[in-house]
């Protein structure tokens, strides 16, 4: 279905990719994996025609009808969801309106290519009847409604939705197209428990080709039966799901090192027997002959470790008991999202808001944080609050540097000083130095909690933190968040990742005013 050979990119002097070939065969389920900015969403980018390598070759099947979930894709105004779903059917209207032209001008063929016309007509009846066009606004509602969109609306104007819910819109158009190869990257991060466990379940049983990019464990490990693995600008490719590559690419690395060791002891041996023999005549020879041998010597090279990320969050002075409490609180913009809420946060819980999208878990923290107003009601936050807040996503424009983004916030510190704080949460001087808008997802995000570990703080409010990051990251920010001395509030979608660091659980699916 796909073939690429010898693709090399480069940006801003920073290899991305290296010599990298890959094949995808028909029916194949395959998960790109690796760490944050190697690539992976590059790579889906120089295969669509988006971008463009520096070399390669990339030759897809003409039987091939690609799909991309592609974020940045634009919404008109104006539009409903409904109206928007329906044109991943296109291409059948159009049949449609082929076949009604047909029998409307019947009267005016002749009786040859009344034959022919009639032909046609059947043959176009048959494809619709087969895709299963006159049952599409069941087919949207089914699709709409495992991604939640039902919750929503399907009547509402795109121009109204959430960056959460538009992206649900354009992969649930993706999913309705049905295309013969899926590229999805990161489907999972504006997804909540239900709808993952949905997609998931939709991919197994996917009879055509996929690409996913994924950070999900859990989920690329259900869905993929191929994995290619990208590390220093190289892919790599292994054959089962997460579990089973990871057993390999161990046994792989540690052969690597046992080959790199075994050669610098040779070398070393060969180096010392130069040295002693070669100003003696008698041994002249013989110390020539190993210099030979070590200039022909292929040399296994050093295994590049990733600089792994070490999260901290500085607890700052104890906060008042209440750290906050609501009387009769509603939530909501232009209408209530919920009913009155009395609630109160006291210093030392640790808190996880779960429920599906679009029910406002993000406007329940920025109104907890009085980012935004109350739709009615009020929130009295506690005393002596120093609170490190993270948004679920940054400004894809920023043209700031990474160490700029920080200098900003915190003049008084140091270039050195910037570059190491930096540095701990794993990012490298070509991150630094890069505008934050080309960095990857996970690379933006490390940037963000890099902000919040240089300042003391006694809550934290993380809104989905997990997005974007790697497996390693998340591991890392989870121990940062274990040791976390003071109160906690979390929006996430992974349970696994919450799990055993919070002790209360707050469903806002029991306060909405939605019926869901």
Known sequence: MLSVEKVNHDFGGRIILSDVSFRLKKGEHVALVGPNGEGKSTFLRIITNKLMPDEGVIKWSPKAKVGYLDQHAELQKGCSIREVLKDAFKEDFQLEETMIQIYDEMANFTEEEMTAKLEEAADIQTKLDHSGFYVIDSKIEEVANGLGLGDIGLDKDVSELSGGQRTKVLLVKLLLQRPTILLLDEPTNFLDENH???????????????????????????????????????????????????????????????????????????????????????????????????????????????????????????????????????????????????????????????????????????????????????????????????????????????????????????????????????????????????????????????????????????????????????NELKKAIKEFKGTLIIVSHEPEFYRDVINEVWNLEDWTTKII
């Open 196 to 474: 993952i466990e949905w997609l998931k379940r939709y991919l197994e049983e996917y009879e055509n080709s996929f690409i996913l990019i994924s950070h999900d464990i859990p989920f690329v490990n259900s869905v993929a039966s191929v994995i290619y693995h990208i590390e220093n600008g190289e892919f790599t490719r292994y054959t089962g799901n997460y579990d089973d590559f990871i057993r390999m690419y161990e046994i792989k690395k540690r052969q690597a090192e046992q080959a790199f060791e075994k050669q610098q002891k040779e070398i070393d041996k060969l180096e010392d027997f130069i040295a002693r023999n070669k100003a003696r005549v008698a041994t002249r020879g013989m110390a020539n002959s190993r210099q030979k041998k070590l200039d022909k010597m292929e040399k296994v090279e050093k295994i590049r470790e990733k600089p792994i990320p070490k999260f901290n969050f500085r607890y700052g002075r104890a906060s008042g008991k209440t750290i906050f409490e609501t009387k009769d609180m509603v939530l909501g913009y232009n209408e209530p999202l919920t009913s009155p809420l009395n609630m109160i946060l006291e210093r030392g819980q640790r808190v996880a808001i779960k429920g599906v999208n679009g029910l406002g878990k993000s406007t329940l923290l920025k109104t907890l944080l009085g980012i935004i107003k109350p739709y009615s009601g009020k929130v009295i936050l506690g005393d002596y609050l120093e609170i490190g807040y993270f948004e679920q996503e940054s400004n894809p424009d920023n043209v700031k540097t990474a160490i700029d983004e920080i200098w900003e916030e915190y003049p008084v510190l140091t270039n050195y000083e910037v570059r190491q704080s930096l540095a701990k949460c794993g990012l490298t001087n070509e991150h630094i130095t890069s505008q934050m808008k080309v960095l990857s997802g996970g690379e933006a995000a490390k940037v963000r909690l890099c902000k919040l570990m240089l300042r003391d703080i006694n809550v934290l409010v993380l809104d989905e933190p997990t997005n974007h990051l790697d497996v390693i990251a998340k």
